[in-house]
T-cell receptor
Framework: GQQLNQSPQSMFIQEGEDVSMNCTSSSIFNTWLWYKQDPGEGPVLLIALYKAGELTSNGRLTAQFGITRKDSFLNISASIPSDVGIYFC?????????????FGKGTKLSVKP | NAGVTQTPKFQVLKTGQSMTLQCAQDMNHNSMYWYRQDPGMGLRLIYYSASEGTTDKGEVPNGYNVSRLNKREFSLRLESAAPSQTSVYFCASISRRGALSIGYTFGSGTRLTVV
């Protein structure tokens, strides 16, 4: 079945640094989504991308839908402590799949000791 | 507007016991989903319900059953719990904007331990 490769698996951030993570797939998707999950909570949608090449921002977050429709990246600028958590990418093909999201395995952001 | 509500938040079961995880959404969404989340595995789909009265298997359905009781409620049942079912379970419902599915709204999860 379809799989998403998300990298890096984990990273440490220092306040003020920019952060970058990405997802790649062997299959194409019609929609890419980025979620953040805080400890003890469900994932919360950050950004949704619907069109190949689309670049969308949400505050300090910027995400892009790759031209090939097989990849997406998420950037966080000027990170702050509350950015820590697990970030998931997800690909969606609506239509016959009933809107089933395929999730990456997550990128865990932690504060640099 | 509570979104997606899951109960219970925590549960410990003994092997072989049964239980039902409850999920309700108040957003009038048609489609609802059950996922499990395990360390290093991301979120995997157990079952989903595209609309009231229909249910379909996802990636990891074995050991589970579901019921779409009405448009609001979608329950997940473990008939005979096994330690391999220790996990965090998330219910989700889908948001639509016109013809587009624009993302899922997740509940806050049920943390299940089977001993």
């Amino acid at each position: 079945g379809q799989q998403l490769n998300q990298s890096p698996q984990s990273m440490f951030i220092q306040e003020g640094e920019d952060v970058s993570m990405n997802c790649t797939s062997s299959s194409i998707f019609n929609t890419w989504l980025w979620y953040k999950q805080d400890p003890g909570e469900g994932p919360v949608l950050l950004i949704a991308l619907y069109k190949a090449g689309e670049l969308t921002s949400n505050g300090r977050l910027t995400a892009q839908f790759g031209i090939t429709r097989k990849d997406s990246f998420l950037n966080i600028s000027a990170s702050i402590p509350s950015d820590v958590g697990i970030y998931f990418c997800a690909g969606l093909n609506y239509g016959g799949s009933q809107g089933n999201l395929i999730f990456g395995k997550g990128t865990k952001l932690s504060v640099k000791p | 507007n509570a979104g997606v509500t899951q109960t219970p938040k925590f549960q410990v079961l003994k092997t072989g016991q049964s239980m039902t995880l409850q999920c309700a959404q108040d957003m009038n969404h048609n489609s609802m989903y059950w996922y499990r989340q395990d360390p290093g595995m991301g979120l995997r789909l157990i079952y989903y319900s595209a609309s009231e009265g229909t249910t379909d298997k996802g990636e990891v359905p074995n050991g589970y059953n579901v019921s779409r009781l009405n448009k609001r409620e979608f329950s997940l049942r473990l008939e005979s719990a096994a330690p391999s079912q220790t996990s965090v379970y998330f219910c989700a419902s889908i948001s639509r904007r016109g013809a587009l599915s624009i993302g899922y709204t997740f509940g806050s999860g049920t943390r299940l331990t089977v001993v």
